[in-house]
């Protein structure tokens, strides 16, 4: 028996229903755009924030407490799977994402650390086989121990960079085995908090290598997904190397690296960083390195990574509008990176939760198929740009001398369009 167990498994009921544990919108087997809802969202619950986080803040000591937080620590992890595969089959959710430290304990020393994963790993499987579960993807925790305070990769001591090579390792094998999608690499301290202690050089170098060496095993172990990288702009690191996409498509292009990774996108980190979420989803789009996306929203009114579950469908519409620009996904998914709130103690808060957030992403995607269908968004921006079909405009010149020229024999001068941003604001809110 786990903390699920007498939860019965979420249904479709349709935009009508009253029940708080049914779904209004998502209906996975909807065909939306020649794809089934659940084909195309690609759901997944992460394993940290959902099963590790204990409501613990800066300010105050943990509030939840869950079974699998106490007692020998194996055990514990495989009590832990237990909980997480039977909050899968009430969700009904294809997917999962963990980091390395979430499924299985640090062990003593760096060997036992690796078995450690392995075998939770192993447990893992029998429990995916089991049920369908897929994963979407896995990562390594660089970040939580204290011999990652100034990084990884980019750390000053070539021991920890070592140490992290290893545990990457692992944690591609694991996921490999598992099947799993993606492989993400998450580098929450990969940055600086003072140019006083720091070359900024070398420690682009060194992530650059690691990302390269990473990068050479996955071809060698044969590992079909992409490798992702997710870009974060601050929060625990004051200058983060990976701050937004455009960032992280110049580091790539630098690194030659840009055909072998694509990105994990952060509703999130995209706020931190001063954009809003489709922004980065259309510039991953334009570098050809768009992979998955994080659905996790932030509050407007506070400067750090909150993590909460989405409740807005609006501000997710134009995010999906563009990924369905892009193709839609692919490999990547809708991983739900958020966790309940400090006070929300209750195992059924986060069902409560991700019933929710599972639902807005069903509502905004529905919204953003229907801006695909019905072309109002498409159709004025192909109309908008229209003049550069022309074959012989003055801006197809081969040379800025041919440009030049043929402007300046036109006898009429180019006059201000409108730009329609009211009218097609409406659309969407119409959608």
Known sequence: MTLFSDLPTVRFEGPETTNPLAYR??????????????????????????FVMNGADPFGAPTIARPWMTGEPMAAARAKADAAFD??????????????????????????????????????????AASG?????????????????????????????AWSAATVKTALDVTHQLGGANYVMWGG?????????TDLKRELDQMGRFLSLVVDYKHRI?????????????????????FDAATVYGFLRHYGLEKDVKLNLEENHALLAGHSFEHEVAVANAYGIFGSLDVNRGDPLLGWDTDQ????ASQLTLAF?????????????????????RQSIDAEDLVHAHVGGIDICAEAFLKAARL????????????????????DHAARGATLEEVAAAAEARAVSPQPRSGRQERLETVVARA
């Open 222 to 242: 044969g590992f079909a997904g992409p490798i992702l990288i997710e870009p974060k702009p601050k929060e625990p690191t004051k200058h983060q190397y990976d």
């Open 372 to 391: 695909v269908e019905g072309g109002g968004l498409a159709g004025p921006v192909s109309e908008r740009y229209a003049g550069w079909s022309a074959p």
């Open 189 to 197: 301290r990969e940055g600086y908090e003072t140019l006083l202690n």
């Open 87 to 128: 909050l899968f089959r009430v969700l009904d959710v294809p997917f999962y994402t963990f980091h390395d430290r979430d499924i299985a304990p640090e062990g003593d020393g760096l060997a036992a650390t690796l078995r450690n994963t392995r075998a939770v790993g192993d447990y893992l499987g029998e429990k995916q």
């Open 309 to 312: 579950f989405p409740s807005d």
């Open 133 to 161: 579960v897929a994963l979407l993807w896995g990562t390594a925790n660089l970040f939580s121990h204290p011999r990652f305070m100034a990084g990884a990769a980019t750390n000053p001591d070539p021991d920890v960079f």
């Open 25 to 50: 919108h998502y209906d996975p087997d909807r065909v939306v755009l020649g794809r089934t809802l659940r084909q195309h969202l690609r759901l997944a619950v992460c394993y940290w924030h959902s």
């Open 321 to 341: 509008h563009e990924m369905l620009k892009g193709g839609g996904l692919t490999t990547g998914g809708l991983n739900f990176d958020a966790k309940i709130r």
